[in-house]
């Protein structure tokens, strides 16, 4: 199939990263891209894998039939060492688990990420983390991993940003996410004996 796309309200992430969501420490967090909040540094402010969890009641001007509210969780992750290179994790684009996970990981492989399906073996693994930004190789930051679509805490999640899918996506359907040759990481149908991680509202290309 030729991909697709989905504006970001048509999905509902389930946050399958480990561990529970806290509520955010800091007052400022109403930008998720800021540095202020540990976001695209070349030092971590946070342990990776830390979720924050807030409510998103929406920008005034988003506010309508094309905006939901509700709960959104953040994890805080690694860019991989050539996440800033094609496909690039720029913001909207998915990323999942970089290149292969064996016992005997160091601590935060399993928190760094990438967008290029070529560059890794874990599209399938349910671990889900939409960019928020144009990110720096091997810098933290934060990432969309559960909920509606952050669009109040990310000035990029607009009401017209959309997520690739492979142009499979009907409405209510189970969710994963699968290779794409062009674009990385893309959504798709989940299938049997695959973790979802989350459930299209409405068909792609919408």
């Known amino acids: 199939m030729a991909d697709s796309t989905i504006t ?108 290029d399906s070529d560059l890794t073996t874990h599209e ?3 671990m889900v983390a939409v960019a928020l930004s144009t990110m720096t190789n091997s810098y933290y930051g934060w990432f969309w991993c559960g909920g509606v679509a952050p669009t109040q805490y990310v000035a990029g999640f607009t009401v017209t940003a959309t997520l690739v899918t492979d142009d499979s996506l009907t409405a209510s359907c189970d969710i994963m996410t699968v290779a794409s040759v062009a674009t990385g990481i893309a959504l798709k149908i989940a299938t049997a004996g695959s973790p979802s991680c989350g459930i299209a509202l409405y068909v792609d290309g919408t």
Not at 12 to 36: C, E, F, H, R
Not at 101 to 108: K, R, T, V
């Open 124 to 126: 399938g693994s349910g």
């Open 8 to 115: 970001l309200q048509g999905v509902i992430l389930k946050d399958n990263w480990p561990g529970a969501p806290v509520s955010p420490p800091v007052a400022n967090y109403q930008d998720m891209t800021a540095a202020a909040v540990g976001h695209n540094l070349a030092a971590p402010l946070f342990p990776v894998g830390t979720k924050w969890q807030v409510y998103n009641s929406g920008r005034p001007t988003d506010l309508g039939v094309k905006f939901n509210v509700g709960f959104s969780t953040f994890v805080y992750l690694k860019g991989a060492a050539d996440i800033a290179t094609a496909v690039a994790a720029v913001t909207t684009v998915i990323c999942v688990p970089d290149d292969t996970l064996a016992a005997g990981n160091p601590a935060e492989k399993m928190y760094t990420v990438v967008a």
